[in-house]
């Protein structure tokens, strides 16, 4: 059995894509794009990159960022300073037979060490404020809310897209809802996103286990 870890990402950037699930790929690796309503404790999200990672597995680390070059710096050892916001999500798909992500809607469910949900598809992560590579920084947790994968990405070129409904978030210890986020995001393939990226130690998720 595999126990996932999903981590807080930042950093680096590039472009923006057309194409469909029935038209041609997205071109070139270029830089995500993203645009969010709401806010999370004051903190609203400015989506300059957007990336994912590998997109052949269950479960897939999914980062949006107000910083460019986002895969250059999750891969590096720098932090770049200033306020930094950050919206990751793993997302899981947990039918069974296990399989790769695949089009829907993912439901949120804590998977952070809290039980094993039912079969399906789901989401968990975190709305962080990072102030180094290696985990000092804010982090809200989210309680509610929808990840719909409206196209699937892959390491050659075609961008992953994503709908974020009323993502609604809390201290990470628990306590009152501090905000609530919706938006979409058109996001490029980064070998970088992964669990324990170089750049990012805030703890967004720990999937159950994926085959």
């Known amino acids: 059995m595999k126990r996932w870890m999903l981590l807080c990402l930042l950093a680096c950037a590039c472009g923006g894509s057309n194409g469909g ?3 041609p790929p997205d071109s070139g690796s270029g830089s995500g794009s993203g645009s969010f309503t709401g806010s999370v404790n004051g903190h609203a999200l400015t989506v300059h990159d957007a990336v994912f990672g590998n997109p052949n597995s269950g479960f897939v680390a999914i980062i949006a960022s107000d910083q460019s070059n986002l895969c250059t710096l999750l891969g590096g050892t720098t932090f770049p300073g200033g306020t930094v916001t950050v919206l990751g999500v793993a997302v899981a798909n947990l039918t069974v037979p296990p399989t790769n992500i695949a089009l829907g809607t993912y439901d949120w469910f804590p998977l952070q060490g809290q039980g094993t949900p039912a079969p399906g598809l789901y ?3 975190a709305f962080a404020l990072p102030t180094d590579c290696t985990g000092g920084g804010e982090a809200f947790v989210p309680n509610g809310g929808t990840v719909a ?4 990405g892959t390491t050659t070129g075609t961008h992953l897209k994503a ?4 993502l609604t978030f809390e201290q990470r210890d628990g306590g009152t809802a501090t ?3 919706s938006g979409t995001i058109d996001a ?3 070998p970088n996103a992964v669990a324990n990226p ?3 130690r805030l703890l967004l998720a720990r999937p159950p286990s994926v085959e």
């Open 21 to 23: 699930n029935g038209g």
């Open 179 to 181: 905000g609530t986020l």
């Open 123 to 125: 989401w968990d992560g």
């Open 198 to 200: 170089s750049c990012g």
């Open 163 to 166: 709908t974020y409904t009323n």
């Open 188 to 190: 490029v393939y980064c």
């Open 149 to 152: 994968i409206t196209q699937l």
